[in-house]
């Protein structure tokens, strides 16, 4: 495509390296504007109006355009705009935050960290693994253990957790003392026979077997995401975590739960603890944290780990760690105007309410011959497209039969998250029911024409 001299796309392509993209094709390609957005609607520049089916990367929890967030932001910025948390300075807006968060912890909590990103979060969480087992004087235990397809962020450290190849490649990538184990997906992965009980008890043998494998005095932790977010929408067996965290307690593995996606309200429950069950000595959380409009992160900690750094401070002299713009004055105060606001709408009623709505209105999509499971809680939901969905046979990856849907699906007003043959839907929480009949009838529309293109 040749673009118009000195257009935004032009400017665009000639300007920035866009994040998981197809570097080449874009050069060709170009961008797609967005100009605005209103509600759960965002707009491109052709004059597209469409239904954000998944709050733009899972986040957008109260839509778009929200004036009481920019009069938040606008006082904030008039009366401090910036200041640090080094060196025992603090702010009023972050202490309100930290405050709150502690309040709202799925399990006892004593402290909040605060960063920019769900990745930083999931790093600094990974350096307290170490900072902790320093501190209690088991150095040897530093191998952290997530899951295949599991996603928990893009730093260095934080993809070694991730467990997608495509990030690791030609990055050196993962850092050596990180393992992935078995991506808990029932429907794509049970062995013929095998009841959901029987998977998720051979799930927990594999995470023990490589525990073992590895040795237990060098297994420091365990990273997961309550509910498989980047990984497709995918929610493990019921008895899956219960069975996962008896072996982490036997081998004194510390638990890390990846919040980023599941926090505030996203599963149904205020956290996707809740909804399955996690105790985890570590939470980390972003995105709807500020509904996506402030970029800031929080890490929860339990006292244990608490504890364990006071020892190191005691040594080494500090704690010597942290972020020029973590617990930002500006981003803290329009975190906590989010978490206000949910409280006003009691943002789990509402999600219980609209997400039940949702999982009725898939029923359509669950008897369609290219879906074959359909899964979720609250408003995050995830299909999964096969050819044959008696021998549950999928697609040759070259038909591309995700990425056909996506396209047919936004020419019908909606855009829903691909992730290789699975479709995933989180749109804002602030959906209401008939904007879900909407997005849903956009989806239909978008199978069946994928269907037929492919036929
Ligand atoms: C579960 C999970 N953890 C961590 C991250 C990384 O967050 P960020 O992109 O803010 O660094 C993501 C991003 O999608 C995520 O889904």
């Given at each position: 495509?040749?673009?118009?001299?000195?257009?935004?796309?032009?400017?665009?392509?000639?300007?920035?390296?866009h994040?998981?993209?197809?570097?080449?094709?874009?050069l060709?390609?170009?961008p797609?504007?967005?100009?605005?957005?209103?509600?759960?609607?965002?707009?491109?520049?052709?004059?597209?109006?469409?239904?954000?089916?998944?709050?733009?990367?899972?986040c957008?929890?109260?839509?778009?355009?929200?004036?009481?967030?920019?009069?938040?932001?606008?006082?904030?910025?008039?009366?401090?705009?910036?200041?640090h948390?080094?060196?025992?300075?603090?702010?009023?807006?972050?202490?309100?935050?930290?405050?709150?968060?502690?309040?709202?912890?799925?399990?006892?909590m004593?402290?909040?960290?605060?960063?920019?990103?769900?990745?930083?979060?999931?790093?600094?969480?990974?350096?307290?693994?170490?900072?902790?087992?320093?501190?209690i004087?088991?150095?040897?235990?530093?191998?952290?253990?997530?899951?295949?397809?599991?996603?928990?962020?893009?730093?260095?450290?934080a993809?070694?957790?991730?467990?997608?190849?495509?990030?690791?490649?030609?990055?050196?990538?993962?850092?050596?003392?990180?393992?992935?184990?078995?991506?808990?997906?029932?429907?794509?992965?049970?062995?013929?026979?095998?009841?959901?009980?029987?998977?998720?008890?051979?799930?927990?043998?594999?995470?023990?077997?490589?525990?073992?494998?590895?040795?237990?005095?060098?297994?420091?932790?365990?990273?997961?995401?309550?509910?498989?977010?980047?990984?497709?929408?995918?929610?493990?067996?019921?008895?899956?975590?219960?069975?996962?965290?008896?072996?982490?307690?036997?081998?004194?593995?510390?638990?890390?739960?990846?919040?980023?996606?599941?926090?505030?309200?996203?599963?149904?429950?205020?956290?996707g603890?809740?909804?399955?069950?996690?105790?985890?000595?570590?939470?980390?959380?972003?995105?709807?944290?500020?509904?996506?409009?402030?970029?800031?992160?929080?890490?929860?900690?339990?006292?244990?780990?608490?504890?364990?750094?006071?020892?190191?401070?005691?040594?080494?002299?500090?704690?010597?760690?942290?972020?020029?713009?973590?617990?930002?004055?500006?981003?803290?105060?329009?975190?906590?105007?989010?978490?206000?606001?949910?409280?006003?709408?009691?943002?789990?009623a509402?999600?219980?309410?609209?997400?039940?709505?949702?999982?009725?209105?898939?029923?359509?999509?669950?008897?369609?011959?290219?879906?074959?499971?359909?899964?979720?809680?609250?408003?995050?939901?995830?299909?999964?497209?096969?050819?044959?969905?008696?021998?549950?046979?999928?697609?040759?990856?070259?038909?591309?039969?995700?990425?056909?849907i996506?396209?047919?699906?936004?020419e019908?007003?909606?855009?829903?998250?691909?992730?290789?043959?699975?479709?995933?839907?989180?749109?804002?929480?602030?959906?209401?029911?008939?904007?879900?009949?909407?997005?849903?009838?956009?989806?239909?529309k978008?199978?069946d024409?994928?269907?037929?293109q492919?036929?």
């Amino acid at each position: 495509m040749t673009f118009l001299p000195n257009s935004p796309h032009a400017r665009d392509v000639a300007s920035i390296v866009h994040s998981q993209t197809n570097l080449r094709k874009h050069l060709e390609a170009g961008p797609t504007i967005i100009t605005g957005g209103d509600g759960v609607y965002v707009t491109d520049d052709d004059g597209n109006r469409l239904i954000e089916g998944v709050a733009g990367l899972w986040c957008a929890s109260l839509g778009f355009g929200v004036e009481r967030l920019a009069r938040v932001a606008y006082e904030s910025m008039k009366s401090l705009g910036y200041y640090h948390t080094y060196r025992h300075n603090s702010n009023e807006a972050v202490i309100e935050l930290a405050d709150h968060l502690l309040s709202i912890a799925p399990v006892p909590m004593s402290k909040v960290l605060f960063q920019c990103s769900g990745s930083e979060a999931n790093d600094t969480a990974i350096k307290l693994v170490w900072y902790y087992h320093n501190a209690i004087g088991r150095p040897e235990k530093r191998k952290i253990i997530a899951r295949k397809r599991g996603y928990h962020g893009n730093t260095a450290a934080a993809v070694s957790l991730s467990g997608k190849p495509d990030m690791h490649q030609d990055f050196n990538l993962p850092f050596e003392p990180f393992r992935h184990t078995e991506f808990p997906y029932y429907y794509l992965e049970h062995e013929d026979g095998e009841s959901e009980e029987a998977f998720a008890a051979r799930m927990a043998a594999s995470l023990e077997a490589l525990i073992l494998e590895e040795g237990p005095e060098t297994v420091a932790a365990f990273f997961a995401e309550p509910i498989m977010g980047a990984g497709g929408g995918v929610v493990p067996p019921a008895t899956y975590y219960a069975k996962v965290q008896a072996v982490l307690e036997k081998y004194e593995v510390l638990f890390i739960a990846d919040e980023v996606i599941c926090g505030f309200a996203r599963t149904g429950e205020m956290w996707g603890c809740q909804t399955m069950g996690l105790k985890p000595d570590m939470i980390s959380c972003a995105k709807q944290l500020s509904a996506g409009f402030q970029p800031i992160s929080a890490l929860l900690i339990n006292d244990k780990i608490f504890q364990a750094m006071l020892t190191e401070s005691d040594k080494v002299g500090s704690f010597a760690h942290g972020y020029t713009y973590a617990g930002h004055p500006v981003a803290a105060a329009v975190a906590m105007e989010v978490q206000r606001i949910y409280q006003e709408m009691d943002v789990v009623a509402r999600v219980k309410r609209v997400g039940d709505h949702l999982s009725r209105r898939l029923d359509g999509l669950r008897g369609h011959p290219l879906i074959g499971h359909v899964d979720g809680r609250g408003l995050l939901w995830g299909l999964q497209v096969v050819r044959d969905r008696a021998t549950r046979a999928l697609f040759d990856p070259a038909v591309a039969i995700g990425q056909t849907i996506g396209d047919r699906t936004r020419e019908h007003g909606a855009i829903v998250r691909i992730i290789g043959d699975r479709i995933v839907l989180a749109p804002p929480l602030v959906i209401t029911e008939d904007e879900i009949d909407a997005l849903v009838g956009a989806l239909e529309k978008g199978v069946d024409a994928a269907g037929r293109q492919v036929a």
